[in-house]
């Protein structure tokens, strides 16, 4: 499964590049409004720190004014993924842009219909909103699990990005139920990597260690 960060801070995205198993990065609207930067420069920047697709979203909700958006946006970097919301307009922009080439990430997915409708408008990649699903009184993993058995019914080439994902839980069930793709605020991935009976461990570890008096180098 790969690994976006859904953020538009550079300090924790160029930290998670440094380990090496960071596969993408996500930003929106709102994520822009809290970096309080400019959306087209740190765009820039983040497309510089990571190799795989960066997404940024348009912000028109007609399909005209999309277009010319998506026209400034992709013009960033090669890696750029544009973002456009599940709507008719939404969709008749994917469906250009992907016929153009362009990588295209269709956001605010909430039922298997819509994510159904993306596929067939050629999306790169559909994002599910797992966390905003489950405060809503669903289950967002269903989600998850109705649109990898759809898309494998039909062997639909758009990628399942799990987003809005709150905790190591999502990320755990993502991976089980095989979606290709999550986006997870900094913490979470950070999160992933933490379990008391590792640090336990190497607790143990050090201190017979230094019990040797040895030195490996
Ligand atoms: C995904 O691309 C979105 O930016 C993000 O995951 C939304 O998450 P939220 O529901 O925590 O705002």
New binding site residues.
């Given amino acids: 499964m790969k690994f976006f960060v859904?953020t538009a801070e550079i300090e924790p995205i160029r930290e998670l590049a440094a380990t090496g198993l960071l596969d993408g990065v996500?930003?929106?609207p709102?994520?822009i409004a809290k970096s309080g930067l400019d959306f087209k420069e740190v765009t820039a920047e983040i497309c510089k720190l990571v190799d795989g697709p960066v997404?940024a979203e348009v912000v028109a909700l007609d399909h005209e004014t999309m277009m010319k958006e998506a026209e400034v946006l992709r013009r960033i970097a090669d890696n750029v993924c544009i973002?456009v919301p599940l709507t008719v307009d939404g969709l008749k922009t994917c469906k250009a842009l992907t016929g153009e080439g362009t990588m295209v990430?269709v956001?605010l997915c909430f039922s298997a219909n819509q994510a159904l409708l993306a596929a067939k408008a050629g999306a790169s990649f559909i994002?599910p909103?797992v966390?905003?699903h489950d405060d809503n009184g669903f289950d967002g993993m269903d989600l998850i699990e109705d649109i990898r058995l759809i898309y494998d019914n039909y062997a639909y080439a758009t990628e399942i990005?799990v987003?809005?994902?709150?905790h190591t839980g999502h990320v755990l069930q993502a991976a089980k139920i095989g979606a290709d793709v999550m986006?997870a605020?900094p913490k979470v991935i950070h999160d992933l990597f933490k379990h008391v009976l590792t640090d336990k461990g190497i607790e143990g570890f050090m201190a017979d260690w230094a019990k040797t008096g040895q030195s490996i180098l």
């Fill in positions: 859904d996500t930003t929106n709102s994520l997404s973002k990430n956001t994002s909103f966390g905003r990005l987003a809005s994902v709150r986006t605020p």
